[in-house]
């Protein structure tokens, strides 16, 4: 299997990425993650923006439904006979 590969590569049939890219290292991960000791900064962040955000659109969806109510009352009752 590995002459197969090195024919492919010889002559050119791989892909136009460059060489070897798949085993580069990334410059974003300097250490291995410890997972014994989560970020409870990042955590606490994540959970709070969550909840703040269903908060506002709980609190939205309210004022939204007040606001239907008081358009529906505020319409009345009209001469059609056909609107429900």
Not at 13 to 30: E, I
Request: charged share 25%; hydrophobic share 45%; glycine share 8%.
């Amino acid at each position: 299997m590995a002459a197969g590969l090195r024919a492919v590569r010889r002559w050119g049939l791989v892909a136009a990425a460059p060489p070897r890219l798949a085993f580069t290292r990334s410059a974003f991960v300097a250490k291995k993650e410890n997972n014994a000791q989560p970020n409870w900064l990042g955590v606490g962040l994540a959970f709070g923006t969550s909840a703040a955000l269903w908060a506002f659109l709980i609190k939205q969806h309210d004022e939204d439904v007040v606001e239907y109510e008081r358009r529906r009352q505020a319409r009345g009752h009209h001469k059609c006979t056909g609107c429900s």
